[in-house]
């Protein structure tokens, strides 16, 4: 059963030019504010308590260096003092999570949520169009999250800065400066953003938010333990800080780039 | 025109017999497997990492303790490459957020998302009753919960257990049984955070309503609560002893210390610096500062001891371990069974 | 212009074809009931023309040579899904603000205006508004575009009888007035009948019927007679569907009269809308279409 109609060919989209792109910052902010502002108050309070026990860090740290002579008792009890603040700070182990938690609470809600809700049948047929859509709102919200990492990472060197200056309290053979690597200079925004990265991704294969949740951390996690292991294995990141922090940051961009592009992909070819 | 109906008079409930509670227990299965499978799962994965590592462990101890003798350099390398095998694990703070990722993920989601998708309009008005609903899914989600966490916590107690094997507790430096690193991942604790914080999640999502908000809510206020009862009330549940010096058995727990002088309180914890400087200023040359957290090779303490003051210790005994374990959980149960309790009376009052 | 054209369309899930072989032209102007029960394909078919999902055979072009989906498509085309999924947190004003920011035309005194007719205070938060509300909300955002086409699905199932008046009232207007094109699916074909310039007939994936209505209701005939009679009769005509009570039967017949001339006791008349639509849901192998303004002649094709 044929209707007969004479075949047009098929126009292509070059007569209309694609809407401008500032249009969805007010709607990535709009969706997005609560998890903004979630990570912004809990940043906030962790910023708030390194603040103060940095403050008192330091503060040892500068009595234990200027206390003269240094192999007296009184100056030794200083050391003492430096190397007993911070409590479970200390080996920075309870700042590794970060990253994850703030990359894996505000990407897989991105395309989960409206997936699992049904609106991607609004936001998907208006006239800005899917992976444009798509794409706005994903390097938006990666680069708010790696920015805010970043902000944080500077206090979070600021804080460690007195077991890692050389000088009568640094201990070169500690492996404190190993454990730490992750949290200074550009790697700690280079995680979030890839646990950012890894979240949006798991958002679009699996359609529902809790379980991609879940499967970000559990990412990140191997990811985390892949670096750790194999590559990092291969360098002493003490020696030549910052060419390794540029590999491993740039590493990390790459695949943060990748794992968006491929999002995107998605978006644009897979459907209701 | 009146309407003709015979009227009916009022049904009584207690002519019905409530459903039997076993019937729950498919209904519960069916809608949790996943977030179950999802604990057995990531539960399994990280068993496997902890056989394998704790494997490595174990015979890393066997190495160093059967080393003689245990002075010698060829040993000292021993129990230098154990005390550094698996340092990650070694405080033990790397599980601690275990019990509050399986009480947020599993708890929380079980009354929110029936809230946020709308299908407690079907859940609750089913025969089985609202409250008695909830109570069974609760119980019964939480049993399994309590079971897995339990087998889980037998395996970190198997690995934990070269440091706190007696004898040589010095030479390997091994941290107490009651440290609130390893304390709350042995015994009936590991099991007893878990459903505490699954409670928490169920009530968290009652009220909020929202999944992901109420996961939120879990980790933080299971977060809170930890950290309260890790550093302020753990210490109290039984009177700690007092002792002299601060030489006491390796596995006893330190709470806190100070010196008198002359039968009077001088100062609690660390000398001051003032004081210090004043007596003992002469200076004796001494190496690098020790290692974080020990007396290294400098001794205030003799010192100040020579100066007529003593030093004492308050501490908990390792023989407090069983008590505290069972202090511990069974606040920690009945905190549970009230969030429980709090959680049903509230569904009705809360949801439409 | 042809606002949905589709060439031999067909959309497979896995194992399960949900649409197939469709072959459609729906003209402009229109205003096009896609009817059929629950599976038949509707959603399926809607999807394809919005750009939701892409076809796994044939093609779909839409409001002219469009490709659907494209940039152009969903510019000229304002789709509300079923259940007209809303953000739940966000405020009606929120909504106006996001459609606007998404898309190049957006009247916004025309949905501020509408909002206030229906009595929706822009503060409030689409979870807390009523089935209807939200309904006419999704509404008034579709249309506040400017759209040179709209696409319901089954826009009126979770409606009350009050509620479904007032949206096609408003339906009904933006056709009238501001020439838009509409397209709505339901499966209850009742409320369209009076409405519907155009029918697609969708059934276990496959479109039987497709058509305007005036030519497919000119292009058909009910004859009524008695029972007993029906049978000996009904091979002299081209019968659709046949039905009968313990007295009376219906025959469904294509023609444009009866070619010979009716046996005594039988009537003739036009049917219903509805009547030649349940006779063909009900004969799942018949077919039929009719022509349409400006796409040149068209005889009836029937195939059976």
Aim: proline share 5%; aromatic share 10%.
């Amino acid at each position: 059963m044929k209707t007969l109609t004479v075949p047009t060919p098929t126009e292509t989209d070059a007569s209309l030019p694609p809407l401008p792109w500032r249009r969805m910052a007010w709607v990535t902010w709009r969706h997005h504010r609560i998890a903004l502002g979630g990570v912004a108050v809990f940043l906030g309070a962790l910023a708030v308590w390194l603040w103060s026990v940095g403050l008192q860090l330091h503060h040892v740290y500068a009595a234990a260096i200027a206390c003269h002579p240094a192999g007296s008792t009184a100056c030794s009890e200083l050391t003492l003092d430096f190397r007993v603040t911070g409590g479970i700070l200390k080996g920075g182990f309870v700042l590794q999570p970060v990253p994850a938690l703030i990359g894996a609470f505000v990407g897989p809600v991105v395309l989960a949520r409206e997936l699992e809700t049904g609106t991607f049948r609004y936001a998907w047929t208006q006239g800005f169009g899917r992976w444009r859509w798509a794409i706005a709102k994903l390097v938006l919200l990666a680069v708010a999250v790696a920015a805010v990492a970043g902000a944080f990472s500077v206090l979070v060197s600021w804080y460690y800065q007195p077991y890692l200056s050389p000088g009568r309290l640094y201990d070169p053979s500690s492996a404190l400066a190993h454990w730490l690597f992750d949290l200074r200079g550009v790697a700690f925004a280079a995680w979030a953003l890839a646990a950012f990265a890894i979240g949006a991704s798991a958002g679009m294969l699996i359609r529902r938010v809790v379980p991609a949740i879940v499967a970000t951390l559990a990412g990140y996690t191997a990811l985390a333990v892949v670096v750790a292991v194999v590559l990092r294995a291969n360098y002493q990141p003490a020696d030549h800080f910052w060419s390794v922090q540029m590999i491993e940051g740039g590493g990390l961009l790459a695949l943060s780039a990748l794992f968006i592009a491929v999002t995107v992909w998605l978006v644009h070819r897979r459907a209701a | 025109m009146t309407a003709l109906t015979v009227p009916v008079g009022p049904a009584k409930d207690a002519g019905l017999r409530p459903l039997p509670w076993r019937r729950m227990a498919w209904v519960s299965w069916r809608h949790h497997r996943g977030a179950l499978g999802g604990v057995a799962v990531f539960l399994g994965v990280l068993a496997a990492w902890l056989w394998t590592a704790g494997l490595q462990l174990h015979h890393a101890y066997t190495a160093a303790a059967t080393c003689h003798p245990s002075s010698s350099a060829a040993c000292q390398n021993l129990i230098g490459s154990f005390q550094s095998t698996n340092v990650i694990l070694k405080g033990g703070f790397v599980l601690q957020a275990l019990p509050a990722l399986i009480g947020a993920f599993v708890g929380a989601p079980m009354l929110a998302r029936e809230i946020e998708t709308g299908t407690f309009r079907f859940a609750w008005t089913q025969g089985f009753g609202q409250r008695r609903w909830t109570l069974a899914k609760l119980v019964l989600v939480g049993l399994a919960v309590a079971v897995i966490a339990g087998a889980f916590s037998v395996l970190v107690s198997w690995y934990y257990q070269p440091y706190l094997a007696s004898g040589n507790r010095a030479v390997f430096s091994s941290p107490s049984p009651l440290s609130p690193g390893l304390f709350d991942l042995r015994g009936v604790a590991f099991v007893a955070w878990t459903l505490v914080a699954f409670a928490i999640g169920a009530l968290a999502g009652l009220l909020i309503r929202r999944i992901v908000p109420a996961i939120v809510a879990t980790l933080a206020a299971y977060a809170g609560l930890a950290l309260l009862a890790g550093n302020a009330l753990r210490q109290h549940y039984l009177t700690p002893l007092v002792a002299k010096g601060s030489n006491l058995p390796g596995a006893a727990w330190i709470t806190s210390e100070w010196w008198t002088k002359g039968g009077r309180f001088a100062f609690g914890g660390r000398p001051p610096i003032q004081l210090l400087r004043q007596l003992c200023s002469a200076s004796f040359v001494t190496g690098p500062g020790g290692r974080i957290g020990e007396r290294g090779s400098f001794s205030p303490t003799t010192c100040l001891v020579q100066h007529g003051y003593t030093q004492w210790s308050d501490y908990q005994p390792a023989s407090h371990f069983w008590p505290f374990q069972w202090i511990e959980g069974g606040w920690l149960l009945a905190l549970s069974v009230l969030l429980v309790a709090v959680t049903i009376w509230l569904v009705r009052r809360r949801v439409a | 212009m042809n606002v949905i054209e589709a060439n031999d369309l067909g959309k497979r899930y896995g194992n399960t074809w949900a649409l197939r072989e469709c072959t459609l032209a729906v003209p402009e102007g229109c205003l096009t009931a896609l009817v059929g029960p629950n599976g038949a394909g509707k959603t399926t078919l809607l999807n394809l023309a919005v750009g939701l999902t892409d076809p796994s055979s044939g093609t779909i072009s839409v409001l002219g040579a469009r490709r659907a989906g494209s940039l152009g498509a969903l510019d000229g085309i304002a789709f509300v899904a079923q259940d007209a999924p809303l953000y739940k947190d966000l405020s009606a004003a929120d909504l106006l603000h996001e459609t606007r920011n998404l898309n190049r035309r957006f009247d916004q005194g025309y949905a501020e205006r509408r909002l206030g007719e229906l009595g929706i205070p822009l503060r409030q938060k689409a979870g807390r508004m009523s089935g209807g509300q939200q309904a006419q909300v999704a509404l008034t955002l579709a249309l506040a575009r400017r759209p040179q086409l709209l696409v319901l699905d089954e826009p009126l199932a979770n409606l009350d009888p009050l509620s479904r008046e007032d949206f096609m009232t408003t339906v009904m207007a933006a056709a009238a007035e501001d020439g838009v094109s509409v397209v709505l699916s339901s499966h209850v074909l009742a409320e369209l009948e009076r409405v519907a310039d155009y029918l697609v007939l969708a059934s276990h994936g496959n479109i039987q019927v497709a058509g305007e209505v005036e030519g497919l209701l000119a292009a058909h005939r009910m004859l009524v007679g008695l029972a007993s009679e029906s049978a000996r009769y009904a091979q002299h005509w081209n019968v659709v569907h046949a039905s009968s009570d313990s007295s009376q039967a219906h025959l469904l017949i294509r023609g444009d009269s009866a070619a010979d001339p009716l046996p005594p006791g039988w009537d003739e008349r036009a049917p219903t809308l509805e009547e030649l639509t349940m006779a063909y849901l009900r004969e799942s192998g018949a077919a039929a279409s009719s022509g349409h303004r400006g796409s040149g002649a068209n005889p009836s094709a029937v195939t059976r």
